[in-house]
């Protein structure tokens, strides 16, 4: 009974794989179908493709390619020049930077040298106001001395 039961059970089992199976297989079909039915309705959908229409695109993408070539070959030598100039600006304003250096030390130079003198003429200047002052007091002497000699009557007889 036992080996009857087991002998059932594995019956059992073989045919509900073989229903599976079969149900699994209708699926991959179902699919199939589908996908065939899709593809059948979008080729049916997409137009013929017109000769005239795919020479005029092509000549037009010939055309755009050239412009966009042209264009890129403008634009490198733009950049090309650009750069040219931009290097000749920097080199212009290096020797700009060297020549206003060059110029503001010789300023400077000149402003302690201008310093120097005027610091030896202010010396030279302590100088001079003595001797102004001396000469104020030699006039000053020769006044009193001239109006001493002016206050004594010269007389005529002494020759």
């Known amino acids: 009974?036992?080996?009857?039961?087991?002998?059932?059970?594995?019956?059992?089992?073989?045919?509900?794989?073989?229903?599976?199976?079969?149900?699994?297989?209708?699926?991959?079909?179902?699919?199939?179908?589908?996908?065939?039915?899709?593809?059948?309705?979008?080729?049916?959908?997409?137009?013929?493709?017109?000769?005239?229409?795919?020479?005029?695109?092509?000549?037009?993408?010939?055309?755009t390619a050239k412009d966009l070539a042209g264009m890129v070959n403008w634009l490198e030598r733009e950049m090309c020049a650009m750069s040219s100039h931009t290097a000749k600006f920097v080199d212009l304003h290096a020797k700009a930077v060297d020549e206003v250096t060059e110029n503001t030390d010789k300023s400077v130079?000149?402003?302690?040298?201008?310093?120097?003198?005027?610091?030896?003429?202010?010396?030279?200047m302590v100088k001079v106001e003595m001797m102004s002052s001396h000469l104020k007091s030699i006039n000053k002497y020769l006044e009193r001395l001239d109006s001493t000699l002016s206050?004594?009557?010269?007389?005529?007889?002494i020759t």
């Open 109 to 124: 130079k000149a402003m302690y040298s201008l310093l120097s003198k005027a610091s030896s003429m202010q010396k030279d």
């Open 1 to 63: 009974s036992s080996g009857i039961n087991a002998e059932y059970g594995e019956t059992r089992k073989q045919s509900l794989l073989k229903f599976l199976e079969s149900i699994e297989e209708k699926e991959v079909i179902s699919k199939e179908r589908q996908s065939e039915s899709m593809t059948s309705t979008l080729v049916k959908e997409i137009p013929p493709i017109n000769p005239q229409i795919m020479r005029e695109l092509s000549m037009r993408l010939d055309r």
């Open 151 to 157: 206050a004594i009557k010269p007389n005529p007889d």
